[in-house]
């Protein structure tokens, strides 16, 4: 299918807004173009719909559905299928029904190439820092075309949006994501992508309360926040206990950490993380700590409150996968950021309380757990689910199967549920307990199976696409049982 007929064809999607004529024109596209086409085409639409066209004011939110395609599109990796267009038929429908403004000519908006006067980091700085976001944006895209341009660029959005928590944190979430997709699309139509992303951090009022005792406390305690450490000490038996990143915050001091995230004065958890990167822990091990807690606090959270313990989760997994993008002061800067947000989001949560867990007891479930932990969810039992999925972690049951169908419930709800949220939870859990070394990664899988089962379920799209595709409604085995 060719690029142009492509375009125009997702451009026509736009006017239908039925499921029947959406999935009929959605089923002549899958024959002929690959997903990763289909993605990029779509998110390139979704960009020049999900804007105010005058830039008049400011948006009301950030457009979730475009944030949701790069969740959508990880969480692909999970699937052994053709199941994987699930997630991402979900995310093309909650782009048509959220990306409605007129659609701007993003090209023209960019231009003729910059003088070579002006060309340059620090007038894009300058036209920065004045939320000058028509002056800005193109010499962001002109910049941003080879990969010098784009090593200066990413650190220095970090550094601006890391102070900034309006809308949950959703202008630091969405400047990493947005960075993940293309990096993982290799930088096809970067600059349609950046356009919403570049529009809102300039238009959106800055909220900026948590920042400055972040770097009060920083810049009184720099010297010994950045100077070199000595790992601490293995104690006797602690094989494993290690990982390449440096010593795995093990049980009793991460519960330490958690406990202090949720309950302590800002002041002390600053000084409780200082303490523990005088001992020798890396930060990439304490964002693991700060992972684990904020999905700790996924699992004790009333449903209602979804929303504040889920961008904990979001804040804390983005700016632990860019890390190695960041120098040693901001990289301390974002995890001292991200343990105030994560006790700030605990504190809109409360009250906590952990579900209990309904063990497995027949022949029959524990002969087939996965089938009682997909039945469990889909009745919204968390007792029975969380039951479920910790007989299979103690048998050491947790294989490819099982992940793919967590991915594949992840993906079933319409986004009106939880605005593309589940598949993003999704992405982040999984994605988290495949790379984690951690002896308590399996909180990452109870805190997503403890959401599924808890949300309401609406599966519109997913009745209408296992309709027109080859969707397996159920549980299913993959070839390969991998162990994690």
Same mark, same amino acid.
């Given at each position: 299918?060719?690029?142009?007929?492509?375009?125009?064809?997702?451009?026509?999607?736009?006017?239908?807004?039925?499921?029947?004529?959406?999935?009929?024109?959605?089923?002549? /596209?899958?024959?002929?173009?690959? /997903?990763?086409?289909?993605?990029?085409?779509?998110?390139?639409?979704?960009?020049?719909?999900?804007?105010?066209?005058?830039?008049?004011?400011?948006?009301?939110?950030?457009? #979730?559905?475009?944030?949701?395609?790069?969740?959508?599109?990880?969480?692909?990796?999970?699937?052994?299928?053709?199941?994987? /267009?699930?997630?991402?038929? %979900?995310?093309?429908?909650?782009?048509?029904?959220?990306?409605?403004?007129?659609?701007?000519?993003?090209?023209?908006?960019?231009?003729?190439?910059?003088?070579?006067?002006?060309?340059?980091?620090?007038?894009?700085?300058?036209?920065?820092?004045?939320?000058?976001?028509?002056?800005?944006?193109?010499?962001? $895209?002109?910049?941003?075309?080879?990969?010098?341009?784009?090593?200066?660029?990413?650190?220095?959005?970090?550094?601006?949006?890391?102070?900034?928590?309006?809308?949950?944190? #959703?202008?630091?979430?969405?400047?990493?994501?947005?960075?993940?997709?293309?990096?993982?699309?290799?930088?096809?139509?970067?600059?349609?992508?950046?356009?919403? $992303?570049?529009?809102?951090?300039?238009?959106?009022?800055? %909220?900026?309360?948590?920042?400055?005792?972040?770097?009060?406390?920083?810049?009184?305690?720099?010297?010994?926040?950045?100077?070199?450490?000595?790992?601490?000490?293995?104690?006797?038996?602690?094989?494993?206990?290690?990982?390449?990143?440096?010593?795995?915050?093990?049980?009793?001091?991460?519960?330490?950490?958690?406990?202090?995230?949720?309950?302590?004065?800002?002041?002390?958890?600053?000084?409780?993380?200082?303490?523990?990167?005088?001992?020798?822990?890396?930060?990439?091990?304490?964002?693991?700590?700060?992972?684990?807690?904020?999905?700790?606090?996924?699992?004790?959270?009333?449903?209602? #409150?979804?929303?504040?313990?889920?961008?904990?989760?979001?804040?804390?997994?983005? /700016?632990?996968?860019?890390?190695?993008?960041?120098?040693?002061?901001?990289?301390?800067?974002?995890?001292?950021?991200?343990?105030?947000?994560?006790?700030?989001?605990?504190?809109?949560?409360?009250?906590?309380?952990?579900?209990?867990?309904?063990?497995?007891?027949? $022949?029959?479930?524990?002969?087939?757990?996965?089938?009682?932990? +997909?039945?469990?969810?889909?009745?919204?039992?968390?007792?029975?689910?969380?039951?479920?999925?910790?007989?299979?972690?103690? +048998?050491?049951?947790?294989?490819?199967?099982?992940?793919?169908?967590?991915?594949?419930?992840?993906?079933?709800?319409?986004?009106?549920?939880?605005?593309?949220?589940?598949?993003?939870?999704?992405?982040?859990?999984?994605?988290?307990?495949?790379?984690?070394?951690?002896?308590?990664?399996?909180?990452?899988?109870?805190?997503?199976?403890?959401?599924?089962?808890?949300?309401?379920?609406? %599966?519109?799209?997913?009745?209408?696409?296992?309709?027109?595709?080859?969707?397996?409604?159920?549980?299913?085995?993959?070839?390969?049982?991998? %162990?994690?």
């Amino acid at each position: 299918m060719s690029n142009i007929y492509l375009q125009e064809t997702i451009r026509k999607l736009w006017e239908k807004p039925s499921t029947h004529r959406f999935m009929n024109g959605l089923s002549q /596209l899958i024959k002929d173009t690959s /997903l990763e086409e289909l993605v990029l085409e779509t998110a390139a639409y979704t960009a020049c719909r999900c804007c105010d066209k005058k830039y008049s004011g400011h948006p009301q939110m950030l457009p #979730h559905s475009l944030l949701g395609f790069e969740g959508a599109w990880s969480l692909t990796s999970f699937f052994y299928s053709k199941n994987r /267009l699930l997630p991402l038929v %979900q995310m093309m429908w909650y782009a048509m029904a959220e990306a409605r403004s007129q659609e701007v000519d993003i090209k023209a908006l960019i231009g003729t190439p910059p003088t070579f006067d002006i060309l340059n980091f620090e007038t894009f700085k300058k036209f920065y820092l004045e939320r000058n976001f028509e002056k800005a944006f193109p010499l962001f $895209v002109f910049l941003m075309r080879n990969p010098e341009g784009r090593k200066a660029m990413f650190p220095f959005l970090i550094s601006q949006v890391l102070s900034d928590e309006a809308q949950l944190g #959703h202008k630091l979430i969405y400047v990493i994501k947005t960075w993940q997709f293309c990096e993982v699309m290799k930088w096809q139509q970067y600059h349609l992508y950046w356009f919403p $992303v570049i529009h809102s951090v300039l238009k959106i009022p800055p %909220q900026t309360e948590i920042f400055s005792l972040v770097e009060s406390y920083f810049n009184q305690n720099a010297k010994n926040l950045c100077r070199p450490r000595t790992p601490p000490a293995r104690s006797a038996g602690s094989n494993g206990d290690q990982d390449e990143h440096g010593p795995v915050l093990l049980e009793e001091r991460y519960r330490e950490l958690r406990d202090s995230l949720y309950n302590d004065e800002k002041s002390v958890t600053l000084e409780k993380l200082s303490q523990k990167i005088s001992e020798g822990y890396t930060v990439e091990a304490l964002f693991e700590g700060l992972k684990l807690a904020s999905c700790e606090l996924i699992l004790g959270t009333d449903f209602k #409150h979804w929303m504040t313990s889920l961008h904990a989760l979001h804040v804390a997994c983005g /700016l632990s996968e860019v890390l190695s993008e960041l120098d040693e002061s901001t990289q301390i800067k974002a995890l001292l950021f991200a343990s105030l947000f994560i006790k700030k989001m605990a504190i809109l949560s409360k009250p906590f309380e952990i579900p209990s867990s309904h063990p497995l007891k027949t $022949v029959d479930e524990k002969n087939t757990p996965s089938f009682f932990l +997909e039945h469990a969810i889909i009745k919204g039992d968390v007792s029975r689910a969380l039951g479920a999925l910790e007989f299979m972690i103690a +048998e050491n049951k947790i294989t490819s199967a099982p992940l793919e169908l967590l991915a594949f419930l992840a993906s079933k709800n319409t986004y009106s549920v939880l605005y593309g949220h589940d598949i993003q939870c999704a992405a982040a859990c999984l994605k988290s307990y495949t790379t984690s070394q951690h002896p308590l990664k399996a909180i990452y899988l109870k805190a997503l199976v403890k959401l599924l089962a808890s949300e309401p379920k609406e %599966q519109t799209i997913y009745n209408a696409l296992q309709n027109t595709q080859t969707i397996k409604p159920g549980y299913y085995s993959t070839e390969g049982n991998f %162990q994690f």
